[in-house]
C-alpha cells in the first residue's frame, strides 16, 4: 500500500523567513495530494491540495509543488507569521469511484518564532 | 462556514466498556471517515463508508468496531469493547464527491 514520507520533523524559523517541507509517496498511482494544517486540540484543516496533473499550485502565501517522476511534493510558506506555527500534514491518495483514503505523513512541527 | 461536528470533545471510559463517538456531516456530504491518532504519531485511516455501507477499512478496524448511519445525519463509530491501546484522538471526516476532506474536531478516547 502507500507509504508517505515526511520531512521535516520540526522546522523552527525566524518571522518572515521561507518554511519548506517535503514529502515523498510510494504509490505511483497516487493522483491527490492536500496539505493539512492542526492547531493545538483541533482537527487537521486542509489548507492546499494537488493533483497529480499539474506541478504547482499557488494561493496567497502558500504553494505546493508536485515532482511525479520522483514521487515527492513540498509545501512552501512564504513570509512566515507566528499563526502559522502548528503540525502540518501531508498526504497522499488514490481517487476511486467509491471515495479515497487518505494517507498521512507523520507531520511536521513549525514554530515561527517572533 | 459548514463544518464537521463531533461529539463528545473528551471521553473517559474504563477497559473492556462500550463507546459510541458521534459525528454530523456537513449537508451535503456524502462519503464518510473515522481517522485516529495516537498521541505523536501519524493521523490513521479507520474506515470509510458510502451509500449506507463500509467502502474500505484498514487493519485496525476489527470486529470490535462498526460504524453506521441511524438516522441519515449523524455517522457513529463504536467501539464494543475498548482496551488500553483503542487511547487516541477520533477524528470524522467527510467530502462531496471531489476529494476535498473536511475534519471535524475530533474526540480525544481516555480508556482506563
Known amino acids: 500500500g502507500e507509504n508517505v514520507e515526511q520531512h521535516p520533523s520540526t522546522l523552527s524559523v525566524q518571522e518572515g523567513d521561507s518554511a519548506v517541507i517535503k514529502c515523498t509517496y510510494s504509490d505511483s498511482a497516487s493522483n491527490y495530494f492536500p496539505w493539512y494544517k492542526q492547531e493545538l486540540g483541533k482537527g487537521p484543516q486542509l489548507i492546499i491540495d494537488i493533483r497529480s496533473n499539474v506541478g504547482e499550485k499557488k494561493d496567497q502565501r502558500i504553494a505546493v509543488t508536485l515532482n511525479k517522476t520522483a514521487k515527492h511534493f513540498s509545501l512552501h510558506i512564504t513570509e512566515t507569521q507566528p499563526e502559522d506555527s502548528a503540525v502540518y500534514f501531508c498526504a497522499a491518495s488514490i481517487s476511486g469511484p467509491d471515495g479515497n483514503k487518505l494517507v498521512f505523513g507523520a507531520g511536521t512541527i513549525l514554530r515561527v518564532k517572533s | 462556514e459548514p463544518e464537521v461536528t463531533q461529539t463528545p470533545s473528551h471521553q473517559v471510559t474504563q477497559m473492556g466498556q462500550e463507546v459510541i463517538l458521534r459525528c454530523v456531516p456537513i449537508s451535503n456530504h456524502l462519503y464518510f471517515y473515522w481517522y485516529r491518532q495516537i498521541l505523536g504519531q501519524k493521523v490513521e485511516f479507520l474506515v470509510s463508508?458510502?451509500?449506507?455501507?463500509?467502502?474500505?477499512k484498514s487493519e485496525i478496524f476489527d470486529d470490535q468496531f462498526s460504524v453506521e448511519r441511524p438516522d441519515g445525519s449523524n455517522f457513529t463509530l463504536k467501539i464494543r469493547s475498548t482496551k488500553l491501546e483503542d487511547s487516541a484522538m477520533y477524528f470524522c471526516?467527510?467530502?462531496?464527491?471531489?476529494?476535498?476532506?473536511?475534519f471535524g474536531s475530533g474526540t480525544q478516547l481516555s480508556v482506563l
Open positions: 463508508f458510502y451509500n449506507n455501507e463500509i467502502s474500505e
Open positions: 471526516a467527510t467530502r462531496e464527491a471531489n476529494e476535498k476532506l473536511f
